[in-house]
């Protein structure tokens, strides 16, 4: 273990801790239950990093929120959805117990109809699944020194988008940014969701602040659908919009024959 260990706190209260060792002892340490004294751990060989979170509530309140958004969008856009909730990501060949474990993490579509068959199967079935197939979004909701290297950790694990949620204790302001990952390539950021088609940073914070205020099930099913139903007419809007494409083609052609004859010329 290095002498390099850090302490910080994070803009929503949750309390970090950060230290350095080798591989090997990432490993060994991976044996040890850390989640019975701290609700977000990551345990990284590849980076020598092991970072022991502490959230505050209000970090656990703004989880929980993301998981139901994600849930109830997720069904709507892609027609299945499954939730990872404290789950280590790490790739295969890596240390079990090792690896990522962020706020919140997420399959839709297809990948999460192959979760859910996998979980039918057996739970080792699951966990081989989870090993073998990033989630196809990845939440984290408070963002700290501690989170460098993460974003190329989780491109090179094939996670497809991460959503970054910024807010601070004390204050009412949220603000979400989309990341496209690719392993080996920059992140991308996206004005809109290409795993939930259509969903916009401020329609995740806008349906942040429904889903809060809700008192019962049905209310916050309607503050998240309500969103999604909106995207999804403006979505038609458009394509309906739109005219064919070949007709300004067609058009352009037609005006650029008419203009090229001369008066009195013969129409061919």
Same mark, same amino acid.
């Given at each position: ?5 850090t ?16 591989? &090997?002892? =990432?490993?060994?340490?991976a044996?040890? %239950?850390?989640?019975?004294? #701290?609700r977000?751990?990551c345990l ?5 990093? $092991? ?17 139901r958004?994600?849930d109830?969008a ?5 027609? *299945?959805?499954? !939730?990872l ?23 839709? &579509?297809?990948?999460?109809?192959? #979760?859910?068959? !996998?979980? @039918?199967?057996?739970?080792?079935? *699951? ?10 979004? =990845? ?6 020194? !501690?989170d ?7 491109a ?16 009412? %302001?949220?603000? !979400?940014d ?5 392993? &080996? ?6 004005a809109a ?9 401020? %329609?995740?914070?806008?349906? @942040? ?8 099930? *049905? ?6 659908t309500? $969103? ?41």
């Amino acid at each position: 273990m290095t002498d390099s260990a850090t302490t910080h706190v994070g803009p929503l209260g949750s309390t970090i801790h950060v230290l350095r060792a080798d591989a &090997g002892t =990432v490993a060994e340490l991976a044996a040890i %239950d850390w989640n019975r004294h #701290f609700r977000r751990v990551c345990l990284d060989p590849v980076l020598g990093l $092991i970072v022991l979170m502490a959230p505050s509530n209000l970090h656990e309140d703004l989880t929980d929120v993301f998981d139901r958004i994600v849930d109830i969008a997720g069904s709507a856009l892609t027609g *299945a959805s499954k !939730a990872l909730r404290h789950t280590r990501l790490r790739r295969p060949g890596e240390p079990p117990g090792t690896g990522m474990e962020p706020d919140a993490a997420y399959y839709v &579509g297809e990948r999460a109809k192959g #979760f859910r068959d !996998a979980l @039918v199967e057996s739970p080792a079935t *699951a966990e081989a699944y989870v090993v073998g197939n990033a989630p196809d979004i =990845v939440v984290e909701v408070e963002i700290t020194h !501690a989170d460098e290297g993460k974003i190329g950790r989780y491109a090179d694990l094939g996670v497809r988008e991460l959503w970054r949620l910024h807010g601070r204790k004390g204050s009412k %302001d949220l603000r !979400a940014d989309f990341l496209a990952l690719a392993s &080996g390539s920059p992140p991308r950021a996206l004005a809109a969701s290409e795993v939930l088609p259509g969903l916009t940073p401020d %329609d995740v914070c806008e349906a @942040v602040e429904g889903v809060r205020q809700s008192l019962t099930t *049905a209310e916050r099913m309607d503050a998240v659908t309500r $969103i999604v139903r909106r995207r999804q007419r403006a979505s038609v809007r458009v394509r309906e919009e739109d005219p064919p494409p070949y007709a300004p083609a067609s058009n352009a052609r037609a005006e650029t024959a008419t203009t090229a004859r001369a008066p009195g010329d013969p129409v061919s």
